[in-house]
């Protein structure tokens, strides 16, 4: 089974700062997504940034950007340029070619962006 | 349109009792799931629509559990003889059909308290 793992639970960045958030995945799949999406406090989940696996170019997202290591099974989030709104938690998510309805997403980073 | 809807925000029990959510997806998106959060968790996938077929089921889905989208529209989801343990964030989410990697658009969530 595929499981995502988060090993940071919580991260801190100063405003206008960069951070990057971890997350790494286990699979035996070669085809398959991954996502993060961030939840701010008490508001719903939103996409923030995806990546096919197929894709050797890193996803680019105005200031969000992944490092995607396929070989790794890494897949990093990092956020330039830090604002105050981009507080919230951040889930990475991954979702199998063959099975696209089920996705599975790691425990979470909270974010704080200090001013 | 304004994105996924859920309702009601937040619902709190007693034990025993039971409780039904709705959840209103994007009007175009044919695709429906729904999933369960815990604290200091990522969201954990539940059950799967398309249209109004449930195509696929968790095992974190109990008897005590059951989904419904009749008209391959809202869908609902009932929990019958609540316990302790179901306290958590219901999330219904959507998405279109088509390729795979189209991204599941997330409701606010319905947070259950089990009194």
């Known amino acids: 089974a595929q499981t995502v793992t988060q090993s940071q639970p919580e991260m801190s960045v100063q405003e206008a700062e960069t951070v990057t958030l971890s997350c790494t995945y286990d699979?035996?799949?070669?085809?398959?997504?991954l996502f993060w999406y961030k939840q701010p406090p008490s508001r719903q989940m939103i996409l923030v940034i995806r990546q096919e696996a197929y894709k050797q170019q890193n996803a680019t997202e105005n200031r969000f950007s992944v490092n995607f290591q396929k070989a790794a099974k890494s897949f990093s989030l990092k956020i330039s340029d830090s604002q105050l709104g981009d507080a919230a938690m951040y889930f990475c998510?991954?979702?199998?070619?063959?099975?696209?309805?089920?996705?599975?997403f790691g425990a979470g980073t909270r974010l704080t962006v200090k001013p | 349109d304004t994105g996924v809807s859920q309702n009601p925000r937040h619902k709190i029990t007693k034990r025993g009792q039971n409780v039904t959510f709705r959840c209103d997806p994007i009007?175009?998106?044919?695709?429906l799931y729904w999933y369960r959060q815990t604290l200091g968790q990522g969201p954990e996938f539940l059950t799967y629509f398309q249209n109004e077929a449930q195509l696929e089921k968790s095992r974190l889905l109990s008897d005590r559990f059951s989904a419904e989208r009749p008209k391959g529209s809202f869908s609902t989801l009932e929990i019958q003889r609540t316990e302790q343990g179901d306290s958590a964030m219901y999330l219904c989410?959507?998405?279109?059909?088509?390729?795979?990697?189209?991204?599941?658009?997330f409701g606010d969530g319905t947070r259950l308290s089990i009194l």
């Open positions: 699979t035996s799949e070669s085809d398959y997504y």
């Open positions: 989410a959507s998405s279109s059909s088509g390729n795979s990697n189209q991204p599941q658009h």
């Open positions: 009007s175009e998106h044919n695709r």
């Open positions: 998510a991954y979702r199998s070619s063959l099975n696209n309805n089920d996705m599975r």
